[in-house]
């Protein structure tokens, strides 16, 4: 006999991680199950987040203490939020995200004097983002590939490939 089908719980977003010193603002959809857990960005083992940054800023991120992780990302001039503020979800994937409510992710913005970039992490976080920023921000949008293991897919060469454009809004070449 099985059970009732699982009824979607509300999730919430972590605080955003940024500085005056943010020149890219990096945006996910929601924290997934195991990242909402650890109360941790991209805690998922297999999310390739933190392996695809370390590319991009040149440091390592993987195999250092999570605090470490978001002071290194600062220092290079990368900010991490999410788009959704909260909504109800069964599970980690973005598919099932329901009745959200969005981050007022223009008026963030507004406070980062040195953003030169938001860069979203998927399709979904894209979508949802795009609306609340508007037809004409003063930044550039740019969406990546997934990094979630849901997209696993996607090889981590190409996705590296798609990620190293970031690089130039960090390093003044745009």
């Known amino acids: 006999m099985m059970g009732a089908p699982a009824e979607p719980t ?3 977003s ?12 990096i945006l996910g959809s929601l924290p997934g ?3 909402l857990a650890r109360a941790q ?7 390739q987040f933190w392996r695809l940054m370390e590319t991009v800023i040149g440091l390592p991120l993987v195999d250092v203490a999570y605090a470490d992780r978001l002071n290194t990302l600062l220092a290079a001039g990368v900010g991490m939020w999410d788009v959704i503020a909260s909504a109800e979800r069964i599970g980690s994937l973005d ?8 981050n007022a992710l223009a008026e ?4 980062l004097p040195s953003l030169r970039a938001i ?9 949802i983002g795009r609306k609340q920023l508007g037809p004409a921000p003063c930044y550039a949008l740019v969406t990546l590939p997934s990094s979630s293991p849901a997209h696993a897919a996607v090889p981590i060469d190409r996705k ?3 990620w190293q454009v970031l690089k130039s809004f960090l390093h003044g070449e745009t």
């Not at 598919?95 to 969005?102: F, L, V, Y």
């Open 33 to 35: 199950e195991i990242s």
């Open 41 to 47: 960005y991209y805690a998922h083992p297999r999310n």
């Open 10 to 12: 509300s999730k919430s």
């Open 108 to 111: 963030f913005a507004a406070t």
């Open 95 to 102: 598919t099932k995200i329901r009745n959200h409510e969005a």
């Open 160 to 162: 590296r490939a798609e």
């Open 119 to 127: 860069a979203f992490n998927g399709g979904k976080a894209s979508s």
């Open 14 to 25: 972590f605080p955003a991680i940024a500085d005056g010193r943010t020149r890219l603002l």
